[in-house]
């Protein structure tokens, strides 16, 4: 995430053709599944039906995880950006942007995800009580929807505009997710790799046509979560990951920075926005460099921070 939000600077402040716009459209491509990715990660290890879990543990064990930052970060960067527009909130602004689910604009997915969790005990029900040719048919037919409301986003620019709306298009990816860890049969890696590669080609492609053609706004179809692209991607991804048997670097480490990636996740776009106004954004040098360079001390900062805060007694539960 925090590479693709180094990326997405580049690929819409640059004019389309470019060498520097094609360099943040191949970057931003490589790593569209991340969103879809993370919800199957969730899927995976939360609809496991054999979790015999009652409503007030379940809901106190993931949303009080969640509810908490979400609260804290949501009046942090409305503060902020009112500070930045020099005028004091009113009841309207405040309102407006909680329920737009965008007090900045990395937060929509903690609100997408909270309202997810928020359904998860039921959805495991269906879980338990399904076939897996049902729970697959279920995918295709919400897959089709979702990929059918992304297209009409574009194109007829409908849009929900209310947070509590933005899960249901996740729910195919969530028991996706389920699916794919349940599956017993393995794939070809150099297949799963050859589908990946060909929906990256596919998507930077067809931004760069498409935005031609209409405009940067329509070729970011693409880079929706459910476009034509970005579904295979992801699904490819999430059976790649799978096939790893091995952890990468010491499996105590992981388990220390993976207690933190929350946290770096919300302090991200302040790393970013400090390093861009330092002079040292992704468009003072070359993209091809400039943006993994980025992102890397993006997240080297927030990991940091995120370290510090958990370390602070009162403060530790905002992340």
């Not at 992304?150 to 709306?165: M, Q, R, T």
Request: aromatic fraction near 16%; glycine fraction near 6%.
């Amino acid at each position: 995430m925090i590479f693709l939000h180094s990326a997405a600077g580049v690929l819409v402040e640059n004019d389309i053709g470019t060498t520097s716009w094609w360099m943040g459209n191949i970057y931003d491509s490589l790593v569209s599944w991340c969103v879809p990715v993370f919800v199957m990660i969730s899927g995976a290890l939360l609809l496991n039906p054999d979790k015999k879990e009652d409503l007030n543990t379940f809901y106190r064990k993931r949303l009080s995880r969640v509810f908490i930052p979400f609260i804290f970060w949501s009046i942090f960067f409305l503060i902020i950006r009112c500070a930045a527009n020099c005028k004091l909130p009113t009841m309207k602004y405040l309102a407006t942007n909680i329920l737009s689910g965008k007090p900045y604009y990395h937060m929509w997915f903690l609100y997408m995800i909270m309202i997810l969790y928020l359904f998860t005990p039921f959805l495991r029900k269906i879980v338990a009580g399904s076939s897996r040719r049902e729970i697959t048919i279920l995918v295709v037919l919400s897959f089709t929807v979702s990929a059918l409301n992304a297209i009409a986003g574009v194109v007829f620019s409908i849009e929900s505009k209310l947070f509590i709306n933005w899960f249901l298009p996740y729910i195919p990816y969530f028991f996706l997710g389920y699916l794919i860890r349940t599956n017993k049969k393995s794939y070809p890696v150099y297949a799963l790799w050859g589908v990946f590669f060909v929906s990256v080609v596919l998507t930077a492609v067809g931004c760069y046509a498409i935005g031609k053609k209409e405009g940067l706004d329509t070729g970011m179809y693409f880079y929706h979560n459910f476009s034509v692209t970005a579904i295979p991607m992801s699904i490819s991804v999430m059976y790649i990951l799978k096939s790893c048997v091995r952890p990468v670097g010491s499996v105590a480490l992981s388990r220390k920075i993976s207690a933190l990636t929350l946290g770096v996740y919300l302090i991200h776009p302040i790393a970013l926005k400090a390093i861009t106004n330092a002079g040292y954004g992704p468009l003072v040098f070359s993209p091809v460099v400039s943006i993994p360079v980025v992102a890397v001390a993006v997240f080297a900062s927030a990991l940091a921070a995120a370290w510090v805060i958990k370390n602070i007694p009162y403060l530790k539960r905002i992340i």
